[in-house]
């Protein structure tokens, strides 16, 4: 929900503006003369700015306690339905078709508010949605067939946090104290062994520049050439397809909370000329999962996406390392190690689940600061255009995209990880943790077999050496070996 920190709502009709925030104990200020007057007693912290689109005058709760008459026409509107709280009673409108809710919204304005909460339209527009998507302006005019991009009636008196926060995750832009820590390694020009030495063995992120710069990719990939080549093709944009060409006209128009994500894994057979366009990272060319041929689960996308569209915090998956190159735009990541869950995460115990807020900007305005305390605090960069990040099995990380970006990411395996997929993949719930293939169960087999096929004795000789690797972890020192714990002084054997 939201923080305590101070939200200040005014003129959402502008298209952007800067807002500040005040160190006080007092409940958020919504009137004009208010503000100004907080402005002049409080201290400022730093602000942040808002994008425009209309929020329908919902306001958040703690403004109710400095507007008299104190009326939350939230309440009023829904009659004996005002003791649900907000999330059930958008659950059970979720159940409605849209003709319904549009009838609704007319019952009062607490109704007019609710049933023009913009995920239940979008919603039924993907659940109907059949042949394409053409985006009209808001997911209501997409699913009436009809362009409005009217802000529609303002009410005065309605409070809610919850559809607040959403109105605000969907408008807020990424405040510069979230962007500032740059923590990541960044190496160029250096060689394939001190890369597996430095990084990929002991399993360290680490940022690469100057290794794309042969990709003709980096030239060609704008959005005029896209459409070109790709034509009618549809890729792969959540639970829909799209051309290019939609894709690209939503991505112009869209202000909510969680931006459709093009994430195609098949785009090189789609259109055989993007997968001529790029190549594989020369730290990155040992695939094993190469040797299961068609079968291999997916492994590469492509990523194309507006500002504020990304990845939640989330772990790649199959027990893979990763790779992303970007090509256009660039990209904000945090990276906790295995043994870190990130602030806000929660994980079921066998893995298989995760509950994390709903958007990416909830995380940063409800987390990002909780991360300045851990003793192990999260990896951080921004990458640009013609760098690659490499993510290494078992990290958690979140990526959220800066500017409309276009990138290229791939999965792989190594002598590295492999062992650590073949044990993932023999896991007993491992019908639902393997992904990206139609066959869960036998893929442990069909790969140990692939391997031992291909490369004989490797799976017995990577063993061999973690076993060893291990016993020398275990092995005391040589001073555990002549101190006494006991007594707390030397001991010499002769």
């Not at 639902?432 to 291909?454: P, Q, W």
Request: aromatic share 12%; proline share 5%.
């Amino acid at each position: 929900m939201l923080s305590s920190k101070t939200l200040l709502y005014k003129n959402h009709k502008r298209k952007k503006k800067n807002v500040k925030t005040k160190k006080s104990k007092k409940i958020c200020v919504s009137t004009e003369k208010g503000v100004t007057k907080q402005y002049q007693e409080e201290e400022e912290d730093e602000g942040f700015s808002l994008k425009g689109s209309d929020s329908h005058g919902v306001q958040p709760l703690g403004n109710l306690y400095i507007n008299p008459p104190f009326h939350n026409s939230r309440n009023t509107g829904l009659g004996n339905l005002q003791t649900l709280t907000d999330e059930l009673v958008l659950d059970i409108l979720g159940l409605l078709e849209g003709t319904h809710l549009g009838i609704l919204s007319t019952v009062s304005k607490s109704f007019y508010i609710f049933c023009n909460h913009e995920p239940l339209w979008r919603n039924l527009v993907l659940e109907t949605c059949k042949g394409g998507l053409f985006f009209k302006g808001s997911w209501k005019s997409t699913f009436v067939g009809v362009c409005n991009r009217t802000c529609g009636v303002k009410i005065r008196d309605f409070y809610s946090d919850y559809l607040f926060q959403s109105w605000l995750c969907a408008n807020l832009e990424m405040k510069s104290e979230w962007l500032e820590r740059d923590n990541v390694v960044r190496r160029k020009g250096f060689s394939v062994d001190e890369f597996v030495m430095n990084f990929e063995e002991p399993n360290k992120p680490v940022l690469l520049e100057g290794c794309l710069e042969n990709w003709p990719a980096l030239e060609k990939w704008n959005r005029e050439y896209l459409i070109e080549k790709c034509g009618d093709v549809r890729f792969s944009v959540g639970p829909v397809e799209m051309k290019l060409e939609d894709y690209f006209r939503y991505a112009d128009q869209v202000r909510e909370e969680r931006p459709l994500y093009l994430f195609d894994p098949k785009f090189a057979e789609k259109v055989p000329q993007l997968g001529k366009d790029f190549d594989v990272p020369i730290f990155f060319n040992e695939d094993l999962f190469s040797v299961l041929g068609n079968e291999r689960p997916d492994y590469r996308w492509i990523i194309i996406g507006p500002a504020g569209s990304g990845s939640s915090f989330h772990i790649d998956p199959n027990s893979t390392s990763a790779w992303n190159a970007v090509i256009k735009g660039s990209k904000k990541w945090i990276l906790f190690p295995p043994d870190v869950v990130p602030p806000g995460v929660h994980p079921s115990p066998d893995g298989a689940e995760v509950a994390s807020p709903v958007s990416i900007m909830e995380w940063f305005m409800n987390f990002y600061n909780a991360t300045k305390n851990l003793k192990k605090r999260p990896i951080e960069c921004v990458c640009k255009a013609g760098e690659v990040i490499f993510v290494p099995n078992g990290w958690w990380h979140l990526v959220i995209n800066l500017e409309d970006s276009i990138a290229i990411t791939q999965n792989f395996v190594s002598r590295r990880n492999l062992l650590n997929v073949l044990e993932f993949l023999k896991r007993p719930n491992a019908c639902t943790l393997v992904s990206g293939t139609s066959d869960r169960v036998n893929l442990h087999d069909k790969f140990k077999s692939a391997i031992e096929a291909y490369l004989p004795g490797t799976i017995d000789e990577l063993t061999l050496k973690a076993e060893e690797k291990k016993a020398q972890q275990s092995k005391p020192s040589f001073w555990d070996s002549v101190t006494d714990s006991k007594a707390g002084a030397f001991k010499f054997s002769f």
